[in-house]
């Protein structure tokens, strides 16, 4: 099946497969500063045209599509809205940074195959410089109802002092280590099944770890099923990660590298990860659900 991309100069670019839009990947937002701007996906769509995202949800506007997004950068907040201050919850202060977009580096389409390459710049409220990223996206049509998306970044610390990657958890806040590749699910997958190597469940799995985790949602208005499948490269830093996911009040997954354990990154060093994100029509059941992480992890070879 062949790939098209369309490029808005300056805004964004869309990959359609035949005449359905898969994702459109704004790079240079228009969000407002309390939700720490950064680009991010949405609308994200099967190969049967069923869309899977959910953008600026009324209970966590911050939400958008699957973003790169981090609540704890030593003081910044990259995450969006209040910082999580043990013993206060959560506090609104004035560190939602903004992860800027800089250069477009890449954009190829090569049959069933696209790639786009560039860098940003991430910065804290005021302005000051935190993070250097090269970013790159890679999406492939692996049959004729699963496509796969490779996200890949490398962050390199510019700000002078070591920067301590972190979540609620790590500041005291029990079971809440989001942070990292999160996606936010449409609001009909809520109360959805969520699928680890182990078995198929609920909220009970967040915070396991495993090499992948998956979601299996069904739609508003037809009925229909989608699964996604997120998984973690062996290569990433806290391999395999922990898990923040949630079915209960809303579709979420998240592989949370800095779930319950801060990372350190020293001034002028980096940290790269890499991820696959299987989206397919269709609950393919456990083994089914299985088998498309393989897909993903031969996405990431």
Known sequence: MTLQATHVLDRSVTLAAGDVDLFTYVYRPDTPVLESPKPYLHPIRTLGG???????????????????????????NFWGGPTYVHGKFYVQLENNGSATHREMTALSVTGDRAELGHTLDWTSQAGAPVIAERRSL??????????????????????????????????????????GLFWRGPRSFTNGIIQSPAGAGGDELRGTRAEWFGFRGRHDETGDHSTIVVVDAASNPQHPPQWFARSEDFACLCPAPFFSEEVELPDGESLRFRYAVVIADGDRGEEGTGLLAKQGRAALA
């Open 138 to 179: 890679a999406a492939q049509v692996l049959d004729e109802a699963t496509w796969a998306l490779v996200f890949d970044t490398e962050m390199t610390n510019v700000s002078g002092g070591t920067l301590a990657f972190g979540s609620p958890t790590t500041k005291g806040r029990e079971n809440a280590g989001y942070g």
């Open 50 to 76: 069923r869309l899977v995202s959910l953008f600026r949800p009324h209970d966590h506007v911050w939400h958008k599509g699957i973003a790169w997004s981090l609540p704890h950068v030593g003081e910044h």
